[in-house]
C-alpha cells in the first residue's frame, strides 16, 4: 500500500486544490510529504491501494470528502498556547462586563479551554462560541478529555481547580470539569463560506491564517470583522500577523488588535 501512494503532479494538484477550495489552507510543494502520509492512512482505512480511486471516492462519498478534509486540516495544539493574549484581557478588561468571545479554528478545543478557566479564575462573566470546519475536532472538543501532556503548561492551581485527573485506562489524561464546559459552546463553521450570525467583544483567530495565501486571509478577516463589535480586540497567532491586509484595526500588542 505504502509503495503505492505516490503522487503525480496531476494528482498533487487535484487533491491539493480540494483542500485549498474547502479550506483555504494552501498545500505547496513543501506539504507533499503531509499530504501523502495523511492520505495513506485514509487509503489504508479504506482498503483502497489507488491514488486515483481514492480521489474518485471522495468525489464521490461525501463522508469520505469529510475525512479527507479532517485529515488534512488538523494540527497539533496545547493548553496556554500564546497565552499573552488571555494575560492581555484578565490584567486589562473590566471583570464586571459579560465578555462574548468566538474561538475560531478551534481545534481540539484547547484555545477555548485555556480562554475559559483563566476567566473564571479572575471572575469574569462570558460565554464563549467555539469552532472549527472539522468533525473528528469537534467531536474531541465536546469529549473535553486531553493527554497529560496537553496541560504542562498550565498552573497547578488551575490544573486542579478545573480538570478532573483520570483513573485507570485515563490515567495519563484529563477531563474538562463540567463548571468549564457549560460556558462554551462548539459548532461547525467553515471560515471560507459560512457567515457570522452574531457580535462578538473578541475573537481569537489564531495559528491557522498563516496556512492561507494573501487573497483567503484578506477574505476570512472581513468575514471575521463584521461580527467584531466597535472596541472589539481580534487575535490571530504570534507567528501571524494582518500585514498587507485591509482591516482598519489599531495594533494593540504583539499580533493583537482592536475595532476602532
Given at each position: 500500500?505504502?509503495?503505492?501512494?505516490?503522487?503525480?503532479?496531476?494528482?498533487?494538484?487535484?487533491?491539493?486544490?480540494?483542500?485549498?477550495?474547502?479550506?483555504?489552507?494552501?498545500?505547496?510543494?513543501?506539504?507533499?510529504?503531509?499530504?501523502?502520509?495523511?492520505?495513506?492512512?485514509?487509503?489504508?482505512?479504506?482498503?483502497?491501494?489507488?491514488?486515483?480511486?481514492?480521489?474518485?471516492?471522495?468525489?464521490?462519498?461525501?463522508?469520505?470528502?469529510?475525512?479527507?478534509?479532517?485529515?488534512?486540516?488538523?494540527?497539533?495544539?496545547?493548553?496556554?498556547?500564546?497565552?499573552?493574549?488571555?494575560?492581555?484581557?484578565?490584567?486589562?478588561?473590566?471583570?464586571?462586563?459579560?465578555?462574548?468571545?468566538w474561538s475560531a479554528a478551534s481545534s481540539s478545543g484547547e484555545e477555548p479551554?485555556?480562554?475559559?478557566?483563566?476567566?473564571?479564575?479572575?471572575?469574569?462573566?462570558?460565554?464563549?462560541?467555539?469552532?472549527?470546519?472539522?468533525?473528528?475536532?469537534?467531536?474531541?472538543?465536546?469529549?473535553?478529555?486531553?493527554?497529560?501532556?496537553?496541560?504542562?503548561?498550565?498552573?497547578?492551581?488551575?490544573?486542579?481547580?478545573?480538570?478532573?485527573?483520570?483513573?485507570?485506562?485515563?490515567?495519563?489524561?484529563?477531563?474538562?470539569?463540567?463548571?468549564?464546559?457549560?460556558y462554551v459552546t462548539f459548532e461547525k463553521y467553515n471560515l471560507l463560506s459560512?457567515?457570522?450570525?452574531?457580535?462578538?467583544?473578541?475573537?481569537?483567530?489564531?495559528?491557522?491564517?498563516?496556512?492561507?495565501?494573501?487573497?483567503?486571509?484578506?477574505?476570512?478577516?472581513?468575514?471575521?470583522?463584521?461580527?467584531?463589535?466597535?472596541?472589539?480586540?481580534?487575535?490571530?497567532?504570534?507567528?501571524?500577523?494582518?500585514?498587507?491586509?485591509?482591516?482598519?484595526?489599531?495594533?494593540?500588542?504583539?499580533?493583537?488588535?482592536?475595532?476602532?
Open positions: 500500500m505504502m509503495s503505492e501512494t505516490k503522487l503525480t503532479p496531476a494528482q498533487f494538484k487535484t487533491l491539493s486544490d480540494i483542500v485549498y477550495k474547502e479550506s483555504g489552507i494552501v498545500l505547496n510543494d513543501k506539504k507533499y510529504n503531509l499530504l501523502v502520509a495523511r492520505l495513506a492512512k485514509r487509503m489504508r482505512q479504506k482498503g483502497i491501494a489507488s491514488v486515483a480511486d481514492y480521489i474518485g471516492l471522495i468525489s464521490s462519498d461525501q463522508n469520505e470528502f469529510t475525512e479527507f478534509i479532517d485529515a488534512t486540516t488538523t494540527n497539533h495544539t496545547y493548553f496556554f498556547r500564546e497565552n499573552k493574549h488571555c494575560e492581555f484581557i484578565v490584567n486589562t478588561l473590566d471583570n464586571t462586563r459579560p465578555l462574548k468571545i479551554f485555556s480562554i475559559a478557566v483563566q476567566l473564571l479564575a479572575n471572575s469574569f462573566p462570558f460565554t464563549i462560541y467555539a469552532s472549527d470546519v472539522s468533525d473528528s475536532m469537534l467531536k474531541l472538543c465536546r469529549r473535553g478529555i486531553y493527554p497529560k501532556d496537553r496541560v504542562k503548561n498550565v498552573p497547578l492551581p488551575i490544573l486542579h481547580t478545573y480538570f478532573q485527573r483520570g483513573k485507570e485506562k485515563w490515567e495519563a489524561h484529563v477531563k474538562v470539569k463540567p463548571d468549564v464546559t457549560q459560512d457567515k457570522p450570525c452574531d457580535q462578538f467583544d473578541i475573537i481569537f483567530c489564531r495559528n491557522v491564517m498563516i496556512y492561507f495565501d494573501t487573497p483567503t486571509r484578506q477574505k476570512v478577516v472581513s468575514n471575521l470583522l463584521t461580527a467584531l463589535k466597535p472596541g472589539g480586540y481580534f487575535f490571530v497567532g504570534m507567528s501571524e500577523n494582518l500585514h498587507g491586509l485591509d482591516h482598519g484595526l489599531s495594533v494593540v500588542l504583539p499580533s493583537g488588535y482592536q475595532k476602532k
